[in-house]
């Protein structure tokens, strides 16, 4: 099972401030606290061990057994969560929303990043204990964001109403998707597996919390992952602090104004923009943003509406009711979790960035952060057809045209390059300046002006040759691209469209294990996996 990698920055489709943070830039060390290497860990465990009390490991360790009620755990779970309880134990986590069918390829690779990690500290630090954790963000509203994935270029939806956070929406309607995807499938033993996988999920449990939590756990629960739904109101408990100095004093909207301006001065983009309150009123069907008015807490665009002590008392007696929002779920998810490290996308991490300066004001520890392992998966089958061609693997990264102009710069037999042309007319130029220098200096700009032209109708004679060329070679260039359409659709990484399904319907479990054996999370480059 061959494998390659290359830096995230050679590949053109991540950020230059993933890029930029990967190479530890100086200027952006004020944004994070350690960067993910192995040595860095044993200082962020002594940090958040002193910070984290056991009265908030035991909540914890209840409220996962309650939410794992009528789900068959493995013994790994089951020990990850009694773990749990222990001093020694810290989490690694990764969150995601509840995609239908686990959305985007790259689900299965931000968990099996926690998991690999999880598993190289417990073999750097063998007196402590670390469990891999998946966050559900069961609290968004954004349904239009999950209700399908992409199966063999076209999209199977689920289409009904919603409101409020997806996680307490009901499965009604997916019994018609899992008929479309058993038929789309096949008969095939993977196919039949993948359809008992979706009909288990999403049929047999009544909210989409449930089935997802299903999903990840069939895939995943060997490895010990535990899963978390934060929509829980004994967990929102060790929140309440935190969420008054939101609503009364704006903490996290000061502070993270002040950061990101410092951040967007450097060249950067906000990835998110904080607001006065960054909390929703949550209720059944409904999720709302907070807004205060002259003293009174409003839900936006809702007739709903609470004084300063009626705001106190919903807090105090209802925390299930107040949701944070992006940017204040990585502040609950470390009040609540004994967590070291958070793995996740780039878009992720940016946000993340903004927020060190208000972790501190709110004396929390700030994780490490780290870049999820992103893999292309290239079937054998691909990777002969392109040794044939000629053409390394890493060559399909660039932009299609730029693609077909390289190749066809390989297969062509005569040179299409005609800049010993240029060198000799510059040259030949150079003359015709010092000629006119002697003579008379308006006649310096009609040699720029011909010198200009003649140069100018040498890259016209260029791109008509490559032109040519192209046509000429039409057959070649033609099953290059069709490779390139399979491996990034839509001219976009594989892991950012192709649903799991896809894959596993031809590989099955190893899909799983090459994925397992082959990311590292503190490689920090870009894997390309052949099966």
């Known amino acids: 099972m061959p494998k390659t990698t290359l830096p995230y920055k050679d590949t053109g489709y991540f950020s230059q401030l993933m890029c930029d943070y990967l190479d530890q830039k100086e ?70 929303q509840l995609n239908l069918f686990t959305g985007p390829l790259y689900f299965l690779h931000k968990i099996v990043s926690v998991i690999n990690l999880a598993e190289q500290l417990k073999a750097t630090y063998p007196t402590s204990n670390f469990v891999p954790i998946y966050w559900m963000a069961t609290e968004d509203h954004d ?60 049929t047999k449990h009544a909210t989409l919390t449930e089935a997802t939590r299903s999903l990840a756990n069939a895939l995943f629960a060997e490895y010990g992952l535990v899963i978390v739904d934060g929509n829980d109101a004994e967990l929102k408990k ?5 969420a008054e100095k939101e609503l009364f004093e704006n903490r996290s909207f000061k ?7 410092r951040l967007t001065a450097l060249g950067y983009g906000a990835q998110v923009t904080p607001r006065e309150i960054n909390l929703f009123y949550l209720s059944e069907g409904l999720r709302e943003r907070i807004v205060e008015k002259e003293g009174i807490f409003y839900g936006n665009d809702s ?29 609950y998810q470390e009040v609540i979790l004994p967590n070291l490290c958070y793995v996740g996308g780039g878009g992720e991490l940016a946000y993340w960035f903004q927020l060190k300066d208000y972790f501190e004001s709110v004396e929390v520890p700030f994780p490490i952060l780290l870049l999820r392992n992103s893999a292309l998966v290239v079937p054998e089958k691909l990777l002969e057809k ?18 077909k102009t390289a190749h066809t710069h390989h297969l062509s037999e005569i040179k299409i390059d005609l800049t010993p042309q240029r060198e000799l007319l510059t040259a030949q130029f150079s003359d015709l300046y010092d000629l006119a220098k002697q003579t008379d200096a308006s006649f310096l700009g009609a040699v720029g002006a011909q010198e200009k032209k003649q140069l100018n109708g040498l890259d016209h004679l260029e791109k008509r040759l490559l ?42 479990d190893a899909l799983l294990t090459a994925l397992k054996e082959n990311l590292d999370p503190l490689d920090h480059e870009f894997t390309i996996i052949t099966l």
């Open 238 to 242: 060790a929140f309440i602090p935190y």
């Open 467 to 508: 032109r040519a060329q192209k046509r000429k070679l039409a057959d070649q260039l033609d099953r290059l691209v069709a490779i390139q359409d399979v491996l990034f659709p839509g001219q976009s990484l594989q892991e950012r469209t192709t649903n799991f399904s896809e894959y596993y319907l031809e590989y099955g």
């Open 303 to 331: 007739n709903i509406s609470f004084d300063r002590d009626k705001m106190l008392k919903q807090l105090h007696e209802n925390p299930k009711s107040i949701s944070p929002n992006a940017l204040l779920r990585p502040l």
């Open 27 to 96: 200027s952006l060390h004020p944004f994070y606290d350690k960067f993910p290497l192995l040595d860095n860990f044993s200082k962020q465990m002594e940090e958040k061990g002193n910070a984290f009390t056991s009265k908030k490991r035991q909540v914890l360790v209840t409220q996962l057994k309650a939410q794992y009620e009528g789900i068959e755990v493995s013994e790994a779970t089951r020990d990850h969560i009694a773990l749990l309880a222990k001093e020694n134990t810290f989490t690694i986590t990764t969150g995601h």
């Open 255 to 261: 502070k993270v104004t002040e950061t990101t301006k």
């Open 386 to 403: 392109l040794e044939r061609l000629e053409v390394d693997i890493t060559a399909l990264f660039a932009k299609q045209n730029d693609l």
């Open 143 to 202: 349904f239009d964001e999950i209700n399908y994935f992409n199966l063999f270029g076209k999209k199977l939806q689920w289409n009904r109403t919603s409101g409020g956070a997806v996680g307490e929406l009901s499965n009604e309607g997916l019994e018609v998707i899992a008929e479309v995807l058993q038929q789309a499938l096949g008969q095939s033993e993977n196919a039949q597996k993948l359809t008992t996988l979706f009909t288990e999920a999403y």
